[in-house]
């Protein structure tokens, strides 16, 4: 005869009750489309993120990223290192040419910033002031330096919640 197992029933700790804004659609107060371009540069509404995976899967024209370039207030050949591309490769084409999925992403990712930055700060100019100042969240370096990265992008989004918040760094 066998001998049976004991067998051991663990208790599952309660789920976190999750809340309706994880699931709400994307909500600016700046219109991402504009940010990129416009209806010109961007055709298809921006709604949610869903659209926005479209739209970097698309590719965006390089009108956006120029668009992009305008708001941070920086230039092509700045928005070519934060995209790690070569400045060359833009001057090459045409306002109407796509953009690779990288490059659309990114864009898109840093569009992002702006408008939440927009959203914060008073007007274009102080929140461009603020990511071209060394601070000490970003260990002594501006914000700027960190828009060539996803995480870089996240980390600045993380820290604007918290000015947004009052919980200065």
Do not use: C
Not at 42 to 51: H, Y
Not at 71 to 90: C, Y
Not at 124 to 152: H, I, K, S, V
């Amino acid at each position: 005869m066998k001998k049976q197992k004991k067998r051991v029933v663990y208790p599952v700790p309660e789920e976190e009750v999750s809340t309706v804004e994880e699931y709400a659609p994307m909500q600016t107060t700046t219109d991402l489309r504009m940010i990129l371009g416009g209806e010109k540069a961007v055709a298809q509404p921006l709604i949610n993120d869903a659209d926005l995976i479209s739209l970097a899967r698309k590719g965006i024209k390089l009108a956006s990223v120029v668009s992009v370039s305008e708001h941070l207030s920086i230039s092509m050949s700045k928005m070519s290192e934060l995209l790690h591309t070569s400045q060359r490769t833009f001057q090459r084409k045409k306002k109407t040419d796509i953009m690779s999925t990288y490059i659309s992403e990114q864009t898109i990712e840093i569009a992002q910033i702006v408008s939440r930055g927009l959203e914060i700060f008073s007007t274009r100019e102080e929140f461009n002031n603020w990511l071209a100042t060394p601070l000490l969240a970003f260990g002594n370096q501006p914000p700027l330096n960190y828009l060539d990265t996803t995480f870089g992008t996240q980390f600045i989004l993380k820290e604007l919640g918290r000015l947004q918040h009052g919980v200065y760094s």
